[in-house]
């Protein structure tokens, strides 16, 4: 099956690229025979922080969303990938500009990307526009406590995308050409060429332009994602993967929702300026890994990862203070800000880490040790022009204001801005950890590591002189069990605590504290045998201190709201059904919530025990199946998916509320000669009106309509 089924073959320590969707490529609907799904030939490199162990023996919840499930929905955004799985909802997206999420229930500071691994390596943040799943082999959403050896993160898990890497000594590649509604033309090719035995060059590459559906809107993003391996001979395995990518598209808050009411203007309407031009957003990145293996029992794994990220440009966007919003006296004139971005950022990591295992009596010992650097800057420019507080005299013109119902675009001149934000954070880390996955018995495991971090942030203010400083240290332990009580079922349990250095400082100027966690759960695993069918079922409870939420009030700020608790139930299940039916199902009931009371005395913002956390629904569904079949001699494949989301907050310390949406989809491929494959999918089949996410009624980010793609695949 296309999620889970590598964790079957227990093949997760290694980029391996014909296990994980051995399932899905049988033409006639069979398995193949067990041999073959069990057979590993190593052509990657290494996963680092996981070590050799399957995951039905990890004491944590992992599920994977393969290659063959992005391909069979037709899935290029990174967002629309991790839809697949109910524990990861959205979160704000900067406008379109960036991948924000939140996993359990925990997103992070709002006004930073959501960070994920890449290859194990801290290296998804930064300010490169949403992701494109070109040169995904796969996406790995790792629940749960993992602080001891992942060091920075959240507690309710990481996203880790493992990249499509050069193949030694094969040749092969495809090419793809598809349309998509709204005049959008994508373009895409994958060539793994040998050039020797022991060197071969993986050349991957992208390009897409179109419309949209939101009036004015275009867009074009474009990627080079090459990768290279050489072997050093039987043991040693060198790779290095580069990333340069670059997005156009215009800065678009949303619609408005006016006393609730949303249908206060059409989805499609664009409320900001298209004079302000596309933001860029642009990213830059290397990584270098050298993987060798002593023996069958013991491998070292060393890494360096650099990226640079820029985004640029300007927007026109609606005031969220009430008293500066002319919208509320006649329900139609919208006040806006004009605003404009320079932000930059450098990320730097290195890596070391030791794989092995041994004996001590009767025990078998499986263990990592490890440390690495991690050196984030992020530079932030912004200027702004707002208008002033709105009486009954105050001028269309004084408010940049746009009229809802009757927009014109171009009505007033340019505002001129000035400088609201000119501040450098330098976040330093390093750390070393160790662990220990300890077989008691051939039914009953523990694993016990802890890891050690050293931390800087510092935060320069351009603007006021003043320089923030905070250094500290933490210890991160874990614990966890996992017994077998039959052949095909586990039970399991883990402890962890972590944290999280928060980033900047707050309208006032002072510098966060970071923030710490404490997470808990319990859960079944199901693995059959035959790998058909795979799940987990699992209870946990997260709670943190020092979190950030976003200052409503001071859009790029966040404020701290002191604590807030997760807890949950989820329910995943991925395999193949009798008559060759595969399909996934994945259930989350998530309550989170603020656990302290936080009152600004200046705007009576107020936030207080037992309210929800911002866009976490309580309830979130996805549910597919899918079935291959012949179309004479050809091969054809037909599926269909529906997803659920449950209404949730829609502004932090208010009462407004996203409602809930069912979206359906259905996805099929035929092939109309050899070697090539006619393809289309059809997203919101029903054309329901959906919010993905929200920061205020006046930044309501609405969902796309039906949306259908049609198109072609080659492979050699």
Not at 155 to 177: C, D, E, H, M
Request: include cysteine; proline fraction near 4%.
């Amino acid at each position: 099956m296309s999620m889970g089924a590598a964790s079957a073959a227990g093949a997760f320590p290694f980029a391996v690229a014909l296990s994980c969707s051995a399932a899905w490529a049988q033409p006639d609907g069979d398995v193949p025979a067990e041999p073959d799904r069990d057979e590993i030939t190593i052509t990657g490199v290494r996963q680092s922080y996981r070590g050799n162990i399957a995951v039905r023996e990890t004491p944590q919840a992992i599920t994977t969303i393969d290659e063959a499930v992005l391909r069979d929905n037709n899935i290029v955004r990174l967002t629309d990938a991790l839809d697949l799985n109910a524990s990861v909802v959205r979160q704000n997206t900067l406008g379109g500009l960036w991948d924000s999420f939140a996993v359990r229930g925990f997103a992070g500071d709002e006004n930073l990307p959501s960070g994920y691994l890449v290859n194990g390596f801290n290296a998804g943040r930064g300010f490169s526009g949403q992701r494109d799943v070109a040169g995904i082999e796969r996406v790995e959403v790792l629940k749960g406590p993992a602080a001891a050896v992942l060091g920075r993160g959240e507690p309710g898990g990481s996203i880790n995308l493992v990249t499509k890497q050069a193949q030694l000594g094969r040749s092969f590649g495809s090419a793809a050409v598809q349309y998509r509604s709204f005049d959008t033309v994508r373009a895409e090719a994958d060539a793994n060429l040998a050039l020797t035995g022991n060197l071969t060059a993986r050349l991957i590459g992208y390009a897409e332009a179109g419309d949209t559906f939101r009036d004015t809107v275009a867009q074009k993003r474009w990627g080079f994602l090459p990768s290279i391996g050489l072997g050093l001979g039987d043991a040693t395995r060198l790779t290095y993967d580069f990333e340069w990518t670059r997005v156009e598209v215009p800065f678009d808050r949303g619609i408005v929702v006016l006393n609730g009411e949303f249908d206060t203007v059409p989805r499609t309407r664009f409320l900001g300026e298209p004079s302000d031009g596309d933001t860029v957003a642009r990213a830059t990145g290397h990584q270098l890994r050298l993987q060798h293996d002593f023996s069958d029992g013991w491998s070292v794994s060393i890494g360096a990862s650099h990226r640079d990220t820029r985004l640029t440009g300007a927007s026109s966007d609606a005031e969220t203070v009430r008293n500066r919003q002319k919208l509320y006296l006649d329900g139609r004139s919208l006040s806006r800000q004009r605003r404009t971005r320079r932000y930059t950022s450098e990320h730097s990591v290195l890596r070391a880490e030791i794989a092995g295992e041994f004996e001590t009596g009767a025990l078998r010992h499986r263990v990592l040790i490890g440390g690495d650097y991690d050196h984030f800057d992020t530079d932030q420019f912004f200027t702004r022009f707002r208008g002033p507080v709105v009486t009954s005299a105050t001028t269309d013109l004084a408010g940049y204001v746009i009229d809802l119902l009757d927009p014109v675009y171009g009505r007033y001149p340019v505002p001129v801005t000035a400088p609201i934000t000119n501040r450098l954070d330098v976040q330093r880390t390093m750390g070393g950890y160790v662990q220990d996955q300890i077989s008691l018995t051939d039914r009953l495991q523990v694993r016990i590591g802890g890891r050690y971090d050293d931390f800087l942030l510092r935060v320069d203010n351009r603007l006021t002189g003043v320089t923030g400083k905070r250094q500290r240290s933490r210890f991160s332990p874990q614990a966890g069990i996992v017994y077998e009580l039959v052949d095909p079922v586990s039970v399991y349990a883990a402890y962890g605590e972590g944290y999280r250095a928060n980033i900047g400082a707050d309208a006032a100027g002072n510098v966060f504290e970071p923030e710490t966690s404490r997470s808990m759960e319990i859960g079944l695993k199901l693995a059959s045998a035959d790998g058909r069918l795979t799940g987990t079922l699992s209870v946990y409870q997260l709670r943190k201190s020092n979190v950030l939420a976003t200052d409503t009030l001071n859009p790029g700020f966040s404020v701290a709201i002191g604590k807030a608790r997760s807890r949950g139930i989820e329910f995943d299940l991925n395999g193949r059904l009798p008559g060759g039916v595969d399909m996934l199902l994945s259930y989350a009931y998530t309550d989170a919530e603020a656990r302290s009371s936080v009152l600004d005395p200046n705007f009576s913002f107020q936030i207080r025990p037992g309210d929800p956390l911002i866009n976490i629904p309580r309830h979130n569904l996805n549910a597919q199946a899918a079935k291959r079949f012949a179309v004479g001699t050809r091969k054809a494949s037909l599926g269909a998916g529906v997803q659920y989301v449950g209404k949730r907050n829609g502004e932090t310390g208010t009462g407004f509320t996203l409602p809930s949406h069912v979206l359906a989809r259905v996805f099929g491929q035929v092939e109309v000669t050899e070697g090539v494959e006619l393809f289309g999918t059809v997203a919101n089949l029903f054309n329901d009106h959906w919010y993905a996410n929200s920061y205020s009624p006046v930044w309501v980010q609405p969902g796309a309509p039906r949306t259908a793609t049609i198109g072609l695949r080659a492979g050699f």
